[in-house]
């Protein structure tokens, strides 16, 4: 090699090693963040920014996406090509991120920044997220809680009778048919309805809540499949996110929905004049959380991890709260005393599952801390590995029909409209040619 291609060789490792150093020192100003629609205090972000730069002396902007199926996210760290800090799965998803080796431990080291992390969690969220089953992985090591919730029905007590909700089958009441928005999250839908489809085996003792948690066989998807295409009619839409503005404006009767979205639904139909509650079936139903996690492919683990920190701090997990109608995984007595209210809930729950033993009579919104006995009869469900695929195409094939019913209604109007159009064309033109003719003789 001659000396000057040596020096060219050189040049280009120089400069490229420079290019390199400074896209990374440009990243690290950066801070990711990829979580749900309508899921945070969006005042936080900035003061996030500001807090980061007091804290560290360090620069951080942040960009903030959205996503609404957790399948989604998946995709996108798992390939690593969208190299997100922070993201906010839910449960199982969480369990299968870190089965798939996707996450990295979220560092509790802050310097002279306290540590807000593990402050005040309550011990009923701590042990739900401990069941997440990850090989031998310590799961609070690699989610930190956000929001938890169940799913139920939220509906409109002017139109529905409470009791009616009170059990999944009121998706099958004739009563309510094409009133009833859906929840297009395969999980969230696909659990409840296992539920309520084997009350006899559960009730029985057959077979056991943490069992049924992990059942994704051929013959429960086949049932719940069975169910849903047969309720498919009286679905008045799928929805992820406009269910509870539907809702709130006094469209629909009934959404099967997280009792999230419901809190936020409530408080703005009441200025509206709409009448909502949310209530869970007897049958039991889903409990679940979501969490601060930090992916593999992360750019800026330093500031990701100041970032759930920062979500933590009691004020910040309250002022999410009220933005959005959820449920901060934070417990302890202060959350319980800004929460009680007997004016507002006059009736009493007993959340000490949540609050601890002294909580088991307290003035708290049922929508928001539903009563122990509802509770109990909750489950969270694990990631179903190999067999997702087969729970993935059970869900397209009943959405998939429920398309194909409204595109064959769609189709066929259009087709009679059409014929009818060319009809009465076909006649004009007849009897304007016959016309012609009788003139003509003339
Ligand atoms: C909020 C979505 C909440 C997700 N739009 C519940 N797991």
């Known amino acids: 090699m001659t000396k000057l291609l040596k020096a060219a060789l050189l040049a280009i490792v120089c400069f490229a090693c420079i290019a390199c150093s400074q896209e990374d020192s440009e990243r690290s100003k950066v801070l990711k963040v990829y979580n749900w629609a309508d899921y945070i205090d969006e005042d936080l972000i900035g003061e996030f920014e500001n807090w980061y730069k007091e804290e560290?002396?360090?620069?951080?902007?942040?960009?903030y996406q959205l996503f609404d199926i957790n399948e989604v996210v998946l995709a996108k760290i798992e390939k690593g090509k969208d190299d997100y800090d922070v993201v906010c799965p839910s449960d199982y998803m969480i369990e299968r991120m870190m089965r798939k080796d996707l996450l990295l431990p979220v560092s509790r080291d802050f310097g002279k920044t306290p540590n807000y992390i593990d402050s005040n969690v309550s011990p009923f969220i701590r042990e739900l997220m401990s069941k997440m089953d990850a090989y031998g992985k310590n799961p609070l090591d690699y989610c930190v809680g956000y929001m938890w919730g169940t799913t139920g029905f939220m509906y409109n007590t002017d139109k529905v009778a409470k009791e009616d909700i009170l059990t999944w089958n009121v998706l099958n009441n004739?009563?309510?048919a094409g009133q009833i928005y859906m929840k297009d999250a395969f999980r969230d839908v696909y659990l409840p309805i296992l539920i309520y489809l084997k009350q006899k085996e559960l009730n029985s003792g057959e077979i056991s809540l943490d069992s049924l948690m992990y059942d994704s066989s051929?013959?429960?998807i086949a049932l719940v499949e069975n169910y849903l295409k047969n309720i498919a009619p009286n679905i008045a839409g799928w929805e992820v996110d406009f269910g509870k503005e539907m809702m709130a404006k006094g469209n629909g009767a009934i959404d099967f929905t997280w009792s999230g979205d419901a809190g936020w639904a409530i408080e703005q139909a009441s200025e509206a004049g709409v009448n909502l509650d949310f209530d869970i079936?007897?049958?039991g139903s889903n409990v679940w959380f979501d969490g601060w996690c930090i992916p593999k492919y992360a750019k800026n683990v330093k500031a990701a991890s100041y970032f759930i920190n920062f979500m933590c701090k009691q004020e910040n997990s309250i002022r999410n709260m009220d933005a959005i109608g959820y449920v901060s995984v934070i417990g302890g007595d202060q959350m319980l005393a800004l929460q009680e209210d007997s004016l507002k809930y006059p009736e009493t729950v007993d959340a000490s599952y949540f609050f601890g033993p002294d909580a088991c009579n307290v003035h708290l919104n049922h929508v928001q801390y539903p009563d122990i006995k509802k509770i109990m009869k909750c489950g969270t469900m694990h990631d179903s590995g190999d067999r997702t695929d087969a729970m993935l195409a059970m869900w397209s094939r009943v959405k998939g029909d429920n398309v194909s019913t409204f595109t064959y209604i769609v189709?066929?109007?259009t087709v009679i409209v059409i014929a009818i159009a060319i009809y009465t064309a076909m006649?004009?033109?007849?009897?304007?040619?016959?016309?012609?003719?009788?003139?003509?003789?003339?």
């Not at 560290?56 to 960009?63: A, D, F, L, P, S």
């Not at 006649?427 to 003339?442: L, P, Q, Y």
């Open 56 to 63: 560290t002396g360090e620069e951080v902007k942040v960009i």
């Open 218 to 220: 051929d013959e429960s």
């Open 174 to 176: 004739p009563k309510y």
């Open 427 to 442: 006649k004009k033109k007849n009897r304007r040619r016959s016309r012609g003719k009788k003139g003509s003789k003339k």
């Open 281 to 283: 079936p007897d049958e």
């Open 411 to 413: 189709i066929a109007v």
